[in-house]
């Protein structure tokens, strides 16, 4: 019986744009080229430090020691089978798709399993054809190593967990920035890589919630009749905030923070309302209860 352990390594996962349709139209023509394919990939992935572990229909799964080699290696095997696939004709193309993740997972024999492993190929069906999609722990330690770009993808969700995986196109060919030259004065890496980093989209929102609680504000100071009737639409423009700054945040689980902005909603207005008691103390317990209880159901 073969002995089962833990390790943290990077999974690499493959698998063919359109393969039932390739198969459909050429059965023996497309087997031939997957099997030319999966050859180069092999010895690619070997060329890097990596391990073939398994492979299916169209599919394949490797894990590598360095995730910087994992990276090398899926952008060497894209660049070789577009000068393969420049050779066919354009609906006989076999375009590979691959997703890499660095994650912890369980291994059994020469096979691994585990949530690693399902982040890679969930992964590897959002890249498009001939593209590579990566993980942010992957990106964490290859984003000034490779000399490729990336473009942020936002979070992806996975089946079984919770929060969504923060991910990442590697931009390759054309569309890679090419390789700047360090300064003579301060030496730089000889591969820098341009990251095609999006504005944040609650950006603008936030400015419009900030002018509008400015104008409230003003308003009512400019009429002043001993109320500061203000404080109620400000409290919910905040709320209206935070809620979504949660919708984009990636750090803190979303279920947890939107219980938190709600407790907070409630403190403000118990304050605002001030009459000598903290009756926002019971629906806090209230609040604190179902977080504490989903924090344990989780362990």
Not at 49 to 77: C, H, K, M, Q, Y
């Amino acid at each position: 019986m073969s002995e089962t352990r833990r390790k943290l390594t990077t999974i690499f996962c493959a698998d063919v744009q359109d393969y039932t349709r390739l198969m459909g139209a050429d059965e023996e023509g497309t087997l031939a080229a997957l099997k030319r394919c999966r050859e180069a990939m092999g010895r690619l992935i070997e060329s890097h430090g990596g391990r073939v572990i398994n492979t299916w229909g169209d599919g394949l799964i490797a894990d590598f020691p360095s995730v910087v080699e994992a990276v090398r290696a899926a952008v060497d095997t894209q660049n070789e089978l577009a000068g393969f696939n420049a050779r066919r004709p354009q609906d006989g193309r076999m375009l590979f798709r691959i997703g890499i993740n660095l994650g912890d997972v369980i291994v059994e024999g020469d096979d691994i399993y585990g949530d690693g492993v399902n982040i890679a190929a969930r992964l590897q069906t959002s890249a498009s054809a001939g593209g590579i999609v990566i993980s942010s722990t992957v990106y964490d330690q290859v984003r000034n190593k490779v000399a490729v770009g990336f473009e942020f993808l936002g979070p992806l969700m996975v089946k079984n967990v919770d929060e969504g995986v923060p991910s990442y196109a590697v931009k390759i060919g054309d569309e890679a920035p090419p390789p700047q030259r360090p300064s003579p004065l301060r030496p730089q890496p000889t591969a820098e890589i341009a990251e095609a980093r999006p504005v944040p989209a609650g950006r603008r929102l936030f400015a419009v919630l900030g002018v509008i609680a400015a104008v409230l504000i003003g308003i009512n100071l400019l009429s002043w009749q001993g109320v500061f009737w203000a404080r109620f639409p400000v409290l919910a423009l905040a709320v209206v905030a935070a809620f979504a700054w949660n919708r984009s945040q990636i750090l803190f689980n979303r279920k947890v923070t939107s219980l938190a902005i709600v407790a907070l909603g409630m403190v403000g207005i118990n304050l605002f309302t001030w009459t000598g008691q903290f009756w926002a103390v019971w629906p806090i317990l209230g609040i604190a209860a179902v977080m504490g209880l989903r924090w344990s159901m989780r362990r």
